[in-house]
């Protein structure tokens, strides 16, 4: 996977804007309600292109993440409702973004620069650590938006979904710049969205926008739960002497 970096960056890159402008035009298209969510979904893509393209340390994993989300959500959309043509590419552009960028050699042009490792006094354990917890984030991001920003039936269930999906960013976001509070953003709007899902009601749990689309909010908010869990894991050890000290 060393050949060929600079145009299997280049394609990823092409495969996220595509979505990023494919979620834009269909927030505007959208009802009102469903505005929000999609413009959430654009900015998802739109940083996964952007992070390609300026080279950030964090942009392949991000990106990785990313990728893997919508191959997970074709999947299951395809075992449900079968295999429509629509959903096959769906998940297999989905799933070239994750493996363009996978790879040693495509490494070299993001985290494996060692100026921002010795910058943050990262050793290879604790980059072995970050990058697996931010291809975690990076798949339970656009679960989380969807979650948090779907169309709801109780103003109280969807101020609480908004909360802990703006807890979940914010520790997303601390971690991309590696900051220590992060991890308890992310434990914090872990718990939130937990909580929320406890509180989620039958009329809500699955939200139409209209020519027979719909999305089941309740199915995002746990592939939300599951994997920003499976994110914190990696810096469980880290977090529980964080605590201690």
Same mark, same amino acid.
């Given at each position: 996977?060393?050949?060929?970096?600079?145009?299997?960056?280049?394609l990823?890159?092409?495969?996220?804007?595509?979505?990023?402008?494919?979620?834009?035009?269909?927030?505007m298209?959208?009802?009102s309600?469903?505005t929000?969510?999609?413009?959430?979904?654009?900015?998802?893509?739109?940083?996964?292109?952007?992070?390609?393209?300026?080279?950030?340390?964090?942009?392949r994993?991000?990106?990785?993440?990313?990728?893997?989300?919508?191959?997970?959500?074709?999947?299951?959309?395809?075992?449900q409702?079968?295999?429509?043509?629509?959903?096959?590419?769906?998940?297999?552009?989905?799933?070239?973004?994750?493996?363009?960028?996978?790879?040693?050699?495509?490494?070299?042009?993001?985290?494996?620069?060692?100026?921002?490792?010795?910058?943050?006094?990262?050793?290879?354990?604790?980059?072995?650590?970050?990058?697996?917890?931010?291809?975690?984030?990076?798949?339970?991001l656009?679960?989380?938006i969807?979650?948090?920003?779907?169309?709801? @039936?109780? =103003? %109280?269930?969807?101020?609480? *979904? +908004? $909360?802990?999906? #703006?807890? &979940?960013?914010?520790?997303?976001?601390?971690?991309?710049?590696?900051r220590?509070?992060?991890?308890?953003?992310?434990?914090?709007?872990?718990?939130?969205?937990?909580?929320?899902?406890?509180?989620l009601?039958?009329?809500?749990?699955v939200?139409?926008?209209?020519?027979?689309?719909?999305?089941?909010v @309740?199915? =995002? %908010?746990?592939a939300?739960? *599951? +994997? $920003?869990?499976? #994110?914190? &894991?990696?810096?469980?050890?880290?977090?529980?002497?964080?605590?201690?000290?």
């Amino acid at each position: 996977m060393g050949r060929l970096t600079g145009e299997r960056r280049a394609l990823a890159a092409a495969v996220l804007a595509f979505y990023g402008f494919l979620y834009l035009v269909v927030g505007m298209t959208a009802p009102s309600e469903w505005t929000a969510a999609f413009a959430g979904m654009a900015l998802v893509y739109g940083v996964g292109f952007f992070s390609i393209v300026a080279g950030y340390f964090w942009a392949r994993w991000y990106s990785i993440g990313v990728g893997m989300s919508g191959l997970i959500t074709a999947v299951f959309s395809i075992v449900q409702i079968g295999m429509e043509p629509v959903l096959v590419f769906y998940g297999a552009t989905h799933a070239f973004v994750s493996l363009a960028l996978w790879g040693s050699g495509m490494s070299l042009a993001f985290d494996g620069r060692k100026e921002w490792r010795e910058r943050f006094h990262l050793d290879e354990n604790a980059t072995h650590k970050l990058g697996k917890s931010v291809i975690r984030l990076g798949i339970s991001l656009p679960y989380v938006i969807l979650y948090a920003l779907a169309p709801r @039936e109780g =103003a %109280g269930e969807a101020v609480m *979904a +908004a $909360l802990a999906g #703006a807890v &979940a960013v914010s520790g997303l976001v601390g971690m991309l710049r590696l900051r220590g509070w992060s991890v308890l953003a992310l434990a914090g709007g872990t718990a939130l969205v937990g909580i929320s899902l406890a509180g989620l009601t039958c009329q809500s749990a699955v939200a139409g926008f209209g020519n027979g689309y719909a999305v089941n909010v @309740e199915a =995002a %908010g746990f592939a939300a739960l *599951a +994997a $920003l869990v499976a #994110a914190l &894991a990696p810096m469980a050890r880290p977090l529980a002497r964080y605590l201690r000290g």
